[in-house]
């Protein structure tokens, strides 16, 4: 963990308001303002017209001393809370991955940092669409907006509730909220039309949300509260991937370091903390969970690591739960080719070597040459799982994809990827593979192992953040005004670097020094 | 009317916003926001939720040409509406004089700042207290404060929207609302606790409301729309001062004026662009409509003009609707005295001189003088019409009060009362009295004709220009930063200058050189 991703400076400050005289008259709000003025740094403190309904009684109350929430925002401080400075009871935020997939709530104590409760579920508006297009063109019929934008308030709402009545808190201690999502998903969890971002030119409504109440969109929680929707930088660059350098913390760096994303699309930040270049590009199901047939999602019985033993060339299987195998994962189909390929049982194109692989290569029904990784009296579903040479075709062009994108990326600023000071690689993906096994065959450079690090849900990582680090908000607004997108031109230059990669590890195979096959 | 009570630059502004395209492909709000940025002076736009819910499909379907509403609000400008920029219906605001006891509304069209339509009616708080202390008393109770909040908010709502369907228009077409009252006035109307402002050292919840949302309230309008509440100076300088201010437009003369707007209070401002100085002290309830027994607010049948001709003292006397006589008002009585002491009638010490007052002088069943202006036979009530010398010697001591509180301020910045290029006189009260009444009796001072002037409602006058005048907003805040507010002490100096005051037209008759009487 980079020190940036710890709490820095809480959200909470405990303010003593001077007491009114006939000589200092001025309002109670005014004198709130101005005793936080003091003990904050810079810019004006808008109170909000629900703190100040409740100012008064509480501030005679609480003898002058409360504890404030305060967000940073556009140049002023937005306090969104307030309570008697010797109240007990907690003060929280809640942050929210709002993922196309999966909705992720993590609950914080905001004088702390530290997580509370911690609950996921499924978008409901998967019922809806499963992807985004469906959804934003259910958004484009008559009431679907709402619809859209309902189920999933609805959803966190619910969650919210669910992970307060659990722990003995009420929405009324929720201050803050950060939500962090992609720019489709934001656009639908504020209910703004997602039309235009599907068509050319790509225009989202906006990029850069203001801080809403809990009014504006529906979230249970305490009244004066706001809610800090991280901003996009167009329709493909969403608040997702800004939560996840804020979490990286590549922006405070002085060395370059760079940020690898992959679901669908493999998303890369690179950069330090004078400029940060962005690039997405489509890597290919593979690497997620695509591989056809067996191909999964990360789920109990899935195989996530794959080890093939000299001399004989045992297969050694290891499977999420430790249950009898069902399907393979994407990090799993990576330390497959890995070791498929450090023993000679596929060659540096990714073809299956009969020879090597002996009994375990078989013909399917159409004919096409399958690798059995379990046989059906050792597997979770009665079959063989088999992985297929075009599989492994795919993989090699999602893997070559991967590094044609790194290579672009760094070369385009003069880099070469042996300066990377830091490899961050974000998500369950992220937290799944094996670095070494991705070095192998050539997906990621091949960089001293230390530099490499898995920051796990990299975008509820930065929403946290949010709640417990009050420069977050002013770093969110540097990273978007500082990133550079960079159109991946599918031009010859690229093609080139592509097919150079389709290889394993690499066409030249001087750049991964540390890739040794057997004998 | 001084130039900067017309309709300077409007709210409204029409802005081609660039068509998006792959070079230019930032979201719609910024695109916005950039070009509002374009037209308007300094500062941010901000857009507002609300507007960025409309904003894609009104810019497509309007061709990227957008009529805006904006409001200059704490060196950012805020966006309260948009509309297709060749949409025929009207973009109006409303403009809201919060009185204690009447409760004003204008409607304004945005466009050209021309008043629609204008309606009044009784504070329906009254049903719950008469006056602000009662009131104030009342909030304290659980729910009471909901109850006053809730009785004067439905009050405009159903207000407006009769003057809304008697137009032809919507709440949807109000998009800017301005709300000018007294600091307990503007409490009650946001729902903010006022007990504080009764109580040593008198503080206000809040001095500088922020722009407020059509839900923060409870105003039936277009929810894009704000509503800009009049900021306070304390408990006793109000809203409705500040925007009295504004509209005599007092706040950009080179030359100093005073503004006077007397109710149960006579609260003085005087000024110029440079600095602005302020205090308010109870002239009594004479002046406004409180002289015992025939008193009255200005109503049809009320006696506002009151003539006494030579050589045979005849009376004559205007009422309100040319109506039989049922009472006099504020600006008849002051007519009357100043008629009664140029004819003789009383001494320099407001005293009846019985034989100047002949057959028209009685005596009460208490034994009290009383004169009679209207005999049984005429008046519309079928008693005689009287007035006491308890009455004239309550009105000794207002017009006395009056003098010396316009002597005291003007003193204390070293000015004399000659050196008041402009007075202006606030209120109903303002446009009735007769300067030259009110000159005769010592209650202003004896300054040219001219510089005299009556600016009725200013109250409703300041929130207009809120309407209509982009520069209004700031120029409230600078009118509240400038003023300082002097409290009267009633110490000896008072006391000598309240003494001198109490003869007509005063102890130096020398001031008043205008003021002769007859023979």
Known sequence: MTPTRTPADGCLHNVEVPQPSLENNTADAERLAEALEKVLDGGPVHLGHAVVRRLPSMLRAADHRLRCAVIRYGGHWQVCGIRPADDAAPMTGLAVDLGTTRVVLR?????????????????????????????????????????????????????????????????????????????????????????????????????????????????????????????????????????????????????????????????????????????????GPALESGVAGIGMMAAPGVIERVTIHPPDRRFELRTIGGLPPVGI?????????????????????????????????????????????????KSGTGRDLTIGQPDLDSLMRSKAAMYTILETITDSVGLSMEELDKFFVAGTFGSLIDPVSAIRIGMLPDLPLERYEAIGNSSLGGATQILTDCSATGRVEAIRQRITYMELNVNQDFMNRFSAAKFLPHTHPERFPSVKVWG
Not at 216 to 227: E, L, Q, S, W, Y
């Open 107 to 283: 609950l914080v104590d905001l004088a702390g940092g530290e997580t509370l409760a911690e609950t996921a579920f499924d978008n409901p508006q998967i019922e809806i669409g499963p992807d985004i297009l469906t959804r934003i063109h259910h958004a484009e019929k008559p009431g679907g907006l709402e619809q859209l934008q309902e189920c999933v308030i609805t959803g966190i709402g619910n969650a919210l509730e669910a992970l307060l009545t659990d722990s003995g808190r009420s929405p009324q201690d929720v201050f803050l909220t950060a939500v962090a999502g992609n720019t489709a998903m934001t656009h639908l969890f504020l209910g703004l039309e997602p039309r235009w971002i599907i068509r050319e030119p790509y225009i989202p409504a906006v990029n850069r949300p203001e801080l809403l109440t809990p009014r504006d969109v529906g979230i249970p929680m305490n009244d004066m509260g706001r809610i800090f929707v991280f901003p996009n930088i167009g329709s493909y660059f969403g608040g997702d991937l800004i939560a996840g350098i804020l979490f990286s913390g590549m922006d405070t760096r002085e060395q370059p370091a760079i940020l690898v994303d992959v679901g669908t699309n493999a998303e890369v930040v690179l950069g330090n903390r004078d400029w940060l270049m962005a690039c997405a590009g489509a890597a």
């Open 329 to 377: 994962c994407g990090s799993g189909v990576i330390d497959l080719a890995a070791h498929l390929f450090i023993s000679g049982m596929i060659d540096i194109r990714g073809r299956f070597v009969p020879e090597k692989c002996g009994d375990r290569l078989v013909k399917d029904e159409n004919g096409i040459a399958q690798l059995v990784l379990v046989p059906a009296e």
